[in-house]
C-alpha cells in the first residue's frame, strides 16, 4: 500500500511538472518553473527591498546617472510593461552586479573599475537582466522542490523495500544533484544570460565589441580575486560564446 502511494506521488509530481514547461527568451529553451510569475515578482521585490536597506545607494553623481540612462535604454527593448525597473548604483567594492525579478536592477561601484565605457556597462547590466527575464531564479528554486520532491519519494520507495538503500538514494540526490545537476546547471544559465544580454545589448544600440572587452577586463582581474566569480563561474569559453553570438547576430 505504501509502495502504490509513492507511485502515486510520484505521478502527480510529473503531471504536476509538465503543466509547469515555461520557455527562456531569444534561446526559446524549455524550462521547468514551479512558481508563478507573481510569486516571484514578489520575492524579488521583498529581496530588493532588503538589499537597498543595508546599502549606501548613490544618487546624483555622474556614474548613478550613467546606471539610470543605459538601464532605461535596455529597459525599452525588454519592453516588459509587468516589471517596475529601478536601477540603483551602491557603495561597494565588490566588482558585482544583479538584476531581481521584476526589474530591480544594482550595480556595485567596483564594477566601474572594469567596465570603462557606456557599452561595457551595458554589457553586465544586460547579463543581469537576461538572468531575471530568463527567470533563472525561478528556474533555480524550482528544481531545488523537484530534488526534494524525489527525494522524499525515494526514501518511502527504498524504505519499504530495502532500508539499507537509503542511504545510498539521499547520497545520489543529495550530494548527486549539488554536484551532477546543480552546478553545470548554472554554468548552463550563466552562457544563456551572455546570449540574451548580447541580443538586448545590439537591439538597444550598444557596441557588442566592448561586451568581448568587457569580459577580458574581467578575467584579467580574477586574479585579483574578483568576487563576481564566485557566483559567475569564467573561462575563455564564456568569450568564445559570446563571440559565436556575435557572429550569429551580424550575419
Ligand atoms: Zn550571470
Redesign the pocket.
Known sequence: MKKYSSYLILFILIIFISGCTAKAPYTNRSQMILISQSQELALGEESYKEALDKSKVITNTKDANRVKNIGMRIAKVVNRSDYKWEFNLVENEAKNAFCLPGGKVVVYTGILDVAKNDSQLATVMS??IA?ALARHGAERVSSGMVTNALQTVGNIVLSSQAPELTQTFNIAYGLGAQYGVLLPYGRM??SE?DEIGIHLMHSAGYDLNEALKFWENMKEGKNEGIEFFS??PNSSTRIENIKRVIKDIKN
Do not use: G, I, V
Open positions: 547579463h543581469e538572468h544559465q550563466e544570460a557566483t559567475h
